[in-house]
């Protein structure tokens, strides 16, 4: 079943590849097209008059032009390495449309015998999708939107200014990033504590414990934030500075307008990389903010809540299908943000150095 799958992903993504190719092509003025004939008399030509420094050149390329076997080495490690992160996305989405007959049935596979959107139903209801959803945006979105804000003056402070113990700090910035933070996690509790958070009748600010951490440059992972912002400032001419100080800028008119403008893509890819880490958090947020739950939260309790809510129906562990669709509602906001950001997410991880990681 899995060759069956890779085979079915590799001739997808060859016939999306040869009509993208076809349809850019065909927007190109008609001295500018790909000669077809042309290149196909070319490579009779050059079978005809072949030797082993050609055949070696054809095969694996010259230092201007990459060859065939060379192209298809590529091209399979690249189709392979993304079979194995689509793969469990379409087994996810095949699955979820999937009544529970289709589930049991062997013969049912990938296509469903049809569409059944019963699964997404019933987990909008166990999920309570849109009122958890805005009740989780102030220790997700806040504190994502806050933290990059924070972040990125403490990396323009360390780019372009000189202080005494500057490296210090830089190493205290990055030794905050390897110590675990389950370390100071009673600690911060303590605090929050002494300052009244978890008392009754203030439940509704628990939000605070989330969000204040990142007003002070302490949020989830803000040492790299820190670190992303340091860098691509560094990058930015300092006779740009010192000509807005001419015309009589301020440090802070200067910062808002040469810095941030020229820092667009860093704020996007560390207010996105933010934003999904504080989606993703529960544990941290199940400690310090219970009453502002997470759907990632909802989810870890999916089971049991639908056993409650549906007690009558039978074969109820077989059910696979609306575990994946509540899973693939909680994807779906995430998936939705990178696709229309996708063009500004990828310039600015180019932009910034990032790594995989």
Same mark, same amino acid.
């Given at each position: 079943?899995? $060759? ?30 790909? !000669? ?10 050059? /079978? ?41 996305? /379409? ?9 529970? !007959?289709?589930?049991? +049935? ?11 959107? !019963? ?14 959803? $805005? ?67 203030? =439940?509704?600010? *628990? ?13 989830? +992972? ?8 340091? *860098? ?8 740009? +500075? ?19 403008? /020229? ?31 997470? $759907? ?11 056993? =409650? ?9 077989? +059910? ?29 991880? =180019? ?7």
């Amino acid at each position: 079943m899995y $060759l069956l799958t890779f085979a079915i992903i590799l001739v997808i993504a060859l016939v999306i590849s040869l009509i993208s190719y076809v349809f850019k092509e065909l927007r190109k003025p008609k001295g500018e097209r790909f !000669d077809i004939k042309g290149q196909i008399k070319h490579r009779i030509y050059v /079978l005809k008059h072949l030797n082993k420094q050609k055949i070696k050149n054809f095969l694996l390329g010259t230092n201007f032009k990459r060859g065939w076997l060379t192209s298809a080495v590529v091209y399979v490690l690249l189709i392979s390495i993304g079979f194995i992160y689509l793969y469990p996305i /379409l087994y996810m989405i095949s699955n979820s449309f999937k009544s529970l !007959d289709d589930i049991v +049935n062997p013969s049912v596979s990938w296509v469903p015998t049809a569409l059944y959107l !019963d699964n997404f139903k019933r987990s909008f209801k166990v999920l309570n999708f849109f009122e958890i959803l $805005l009740k989780s945006l102030p220790v997700t979105l806040l504190p994502a939107l806050l933290q990059t804000g924070i972040c990125s003056v403490i990396g323009y402070g360390f780019s372009k200014f000189e202080f005494k113990g500057k490296m210090i700090v830089l190493v205290l910035v990055i030794l905050a990033f390897i110590i675990p933070s389950q370390i100071y996690m009673i600690p911060k509790y303590v605090l929050f504590n002494d300052m009244g958070f978890f008392k009754k009748g203030r =439940e509704d600010l *628990q939000f605070l414990t989330i969000a204040l951490p990142a007003l002070f440059g302490q949020g989830l +992972n803000s040492s790299i934030f820190i670190l992303i912002f340091y *860098q691509f400032f560094k990058m930015i001419p300092y006779s740009l +500075n010192e000509a807005a100080e001419i015309d009589g800028c301020g440090p802070y008119r200067t910062f808002f307008t040469i810095g941030i403008p /020229l820092a667009g893509p860093a704020f996007l890819i560390c207010f996105l990389f933010g934003f999904v880490w504080y989606w993703n958090e529960t544990y941290f947020l199940s400690m310090f903010a219970p009453e502002y739950p997470n $759907l990632q939260i909802k989810l870890s309790y999916f089971v049991s809540e639908y056993t =409650e809510m549906f007690k009558d129906e039978q074969m109820l562990k077989l +059910n696979e299908g609306v575990r994946l669709a509540a899973t693939l509602l909680i994807l779906l906001p995430m998936l939705i943000m990178y696709l229309f950001l996708q063009k500004w997410f990828v310039e600015g991880i =180019e932009r910034s150095g990032i790594t995989g990681e």
